[in-house]
């Protein structure tokens, strides 16, 4: 094994916390692929502040140690790939749970041009008692399908903890995240950044350890969900909007001229036209979310910046959505007016609900939705003011 001074092709990362039980096993087999391949690589042990001895197990089995004060999956993965001298780096957890002697695989795919290899221990083989049941068949399988749908990521497992990637562009990405998570958010960012990403088999063992594992499936699995939907607003805005706004605009078309009958003796009426209203409006609030949350996401370097979607931003102008307030808010507002013409009509005596409420209903709708665009104008306007850097 090089010295890391010298030329350093593969840095072998594994991030450590209390566990003494296993990680001289597991540098010995990094160690013995890498003397094994002739690599000129190092072993990198970044430890988020160890107890048990961990520390001293892996500068007597030869490793780097590297003090990573930040708590955290992810801060500890940062700091030992800030530290790493490769070219390419393959990060593996020091628990036994993944054989190092499978890097080989990994470090193909990035000689072979990958800017990202994800292992994928479905395909690869995972052991018996390796992955709890609900992990296995409901929490990874779920979490890479909607990774795959949100991003269209080649990747079967999003959350596999041994895969390598070329370290300048991982470092690149600029990534953010602590926690558990930021195994996702490297390769959704990657992805958003246009990275070769490739996926190789790899297997999963049992855990070495005695002591319960640091993994938290309900709370972790939400954190990784809750990233997913945070980095794809059009997920979690645009398409709710536009299924919302779909569904109450086809009610209104339906029940605006009068009441509907779907069978003999069932009809719908100003109660339905009500609750479409309702989705309308809020369909129109997640729509501006969308906007929302898209430009301020580019603002803060998190999603990469669209073309298609600065077209959108520089047609959807603050002046221009103004006016578009103003119209709906002014119509609504004239048919509040045309509703009480026709009460006056009438010396203010009584009226056909229904008839009234149709029109009522309109008008709160466009008023409404009139007060949300204009908030979402002035609110673009906020986030397209132009800074020095």
């Not at 990680?23 to 391949?37: H, T």
């Not at 409420?357 to 949300?372: C, K, S």
Request: overall charge positive; charged content about 15%.
């Amino acid at each position: 094994m090089n010295n890391p001074a010298d030329a350093c092709e593969l840095s072998i990362v594994m991030p450590c916390l209390n566990e003494a039980r296993t990680l001289a096993a597991c540098i010995g087999k990094a160690r013995s692929f890498l003397e094994a391949n002739g690599i000129a690589g190092e072993i990198i042990v970044a430890d988020n502040g160890s107890c048990d001895g961990s520390p001293e197990i892996a500068q007597q089995a030869g490793a780097r140690l590297v003090r990573v004060a930040e708590r955290g999956y992810g801060a500890v993965l940062a700091g030992g790939i800030a530290a790493a001298a490769g070219v390419f780096v393959i990060m593996g957890d020091a628990d036994a749970s993944y054989d190092f002697a499978e890097s080989g695989v990994l470090l193909e795919k990035l000689r072979g041009g990958a800017d990202l290899v994800m292992g994928n221990r479905f395909t690869g083989g995972i052991k018996p008692g390796a992955m709890p049941f609900m992990n296995r068949y409901l929490g990874n399988p779920v979490l890479s399908a909607i990774g795959r749908l949100f991003f269209k990521i080649p990747a079967g497992d999003f959350h596999c903890g041994l895969r390598g990637f070329k370290r300048e562009a991982v470092i690149g990405l600029g990534l953010r995240t602590t926690g558990m998570e930021y195994a996702s958010e490297m390769l959704v960012r990657a992805a958003l950044q246009g990275l070769k990403i490739a996926e190789v088999p790899v297997t999963l063992s049992p855990d070495g350890r005695a002591r319960p594992s640091h993994l938290r499936p309900w709370q972790d699995g939400w954190r990784h969900l809750r990233f997913l939907l945070l980095y794809s607003p059009r997920w979690l805005y645009l398409y709710p909007g536009l299924a919302l706004m779909g569904f109450g605009i086809a009610i209104a078309m339906l029940l605006l001229p009068g009441p509907f009958m779907v069978m003999e003796n069932v009809g719908i009426d100003v109660h339905t036209l009500l609750i479409g209203a309702v989705c309308i409006i809020v369909g129109m609030q997640s729509l501006t979310f969308a906007m929302l949350a898209r430009q301020s996401a580019v603002r803060l370097g998190v999603l990469p910046d669209d073309g298609k979607y600065a077209r959108l931003f520089s047609v959807l102008s603050v002046e221009r959505l103004l006016l578009l307030a103003l119209s709906m808010a002014a119509l609504g507002v004239g048919a509040i007016f045309w509703a009480a013409q026709i009460w006056s009509a009438v010396h203010f005596g009584a009226l056909d609900y229904r008839d009234m409420m149709r029109i009522l209903i309109a008008a709160a709708t466009l008023v409404i939705g009139g007060v949300q665009t204009g908030f979402t104008a002035f609110m673009l306007g906020i986030l397209q003011i132009r800074h020095k850097n």
